[in-house]
């Protein structure tokens, strides 16, 4: 239910999430029964825009995440 503001430079982004009960460390993140997924490309205008994303999802949100493989996040 927290907020953070961050400044990024104007370009395309994506975001990596990872989540599960137990942390296994860097290497090893969530493991096999950790929850890890990918957002679609985001587009950031310039620092003078606002973007406001909510994790665990919005309803009638537009942003897609899709499954990701642990790799990723390497």
Known sequence: ????TVRVPKGMYY???ASGA?????EHLFGDSGSYARTEDIQI???NYYHTITLGGAENGNMASYGADPSQFQ
């Open 22 to 26: 137990i942390w296994y460390g860097e």
């Open 1 to 4: 239910g927290e907020k953070a």
């Open 15 to 17: 975001i990596l999430l």
């Open 45 to 47: 205008m310039g620092s």
